[in-house]
């Protein structure tokens, strides 16, 4: 009866690699997240789905794709990894996008070596 | 452009006594949310209070206040009878009513607790 889940939870990869991270919830909700946590702990906004349909799009490169194939799942693909994408990923879903409290997942850890 | 800071990056509370972690903002909109999230060694993010800035009531969760004030753009929370399993990095956030959709988060304050 997990609200927002991620998978995996731990990635561990080489440079240059593609890599997905899956985002499921079962909240019912309208709208989606993806963040990035740096290893100073900052979060940091990086997509946002509402009823499929992407509502932000902050400034990050372009290996970073966001797909929502519906409304309950978010994920993300990164093409050619590089070191500074080590982070952690954290999913996160609303019931609408303005107003609602975040629900997050349990993070991904993104090791690239 | 909307900024969120807190200034403490570490705090300790003895067991069973009170703690206050700070955190102002600055917006530009007339409407927003507040939020203080708790982030254990878990990783996982977990809501522990909701303020709209709209009502000039403190919310209040349990152990958890705030104290709330909108001219100043402060927006500190108190943890009372403070228990182990409060040890955590805790976020501030700002989320508007209308418009970004999105949290603005402070860089978080680490919090001790000491048996």
């Known amino acids: 009866d997990t609200a927002v889940s991620q998978t995996p939870k731990y990635l561990v990869t080489q440079m240059g690699n593609d890599k997905s991270i899956k985002c499921e919830q079962n909240?019912?909700?309208?709208?989606m997240y993806w963040y990035k946590q740096d290893s100073k702990k900052f979060l940091k906004i990086m997509f946002s789905?509402?009823?499929?349909?992407?509502?932000i799009n902050e400034t990050v490169p372009n290996r970073f794709s966001p797909k929502s194939p519906d409304k309950a799942h978010l994920n993300l693909h990164i093409n050619s990894l590089e070191l500074g994408d080590s982070a952690v990923y954290f999913c996160?879903?609303?019931?609408?996008?303005?107003?609602?409290?975040?629900?997050f997942g349990p993070g991904t850890r993104l090791l690239v070596l | 452009a909307q900024t969120v800071t807190q200034s403490q990056p570490e705090m300790s509370v003895q067991e069973a006594e009170t703690v206050t972690l700070s955190c102002t903002y600055d917006?530009?909109?007339?409407?927003?949310?507040l939020f203080w999230y708790k982030q254990p060694p878990s990783r996982q993010m977990i809501l522990v209070i909701r303020?709209?800035?709209?009502?000039?009531q403190n919310a209040t969760e349990n152990r958890f206040s705030v104290n709330f004030q909108k001219a100043a753009k402060s927006f500190s929370l108190k943890i009372s009878d403070s228990q182990l399993g409060d040890a955590a990095m805790y976020f501030c956030?700002?989320?508007?009513?209308?418009?970004?959709?999105?949290?603005?988060f402070g860089t978080g304050t680490r919090l001790k607790v000491l048996a």
């Open positions: 996160a879903s609303s019931h609408r996008a303005a107003k609602e409290t975040q629900y």
């Open positions: 909240l019912g909700h309208d709208t």
């Open positions: 789905y509402n009823n499929k349909e992407l509502i």
């Open positions: 917006t530009s909109e007339s409407d927003y949310y």
């Open positions: 303020q709209e800035a709209y009502k000039q």
């Open positions: 956030a700002t989320f508007p009513a209308s418009g970004t959709y999105k949290y603005i």
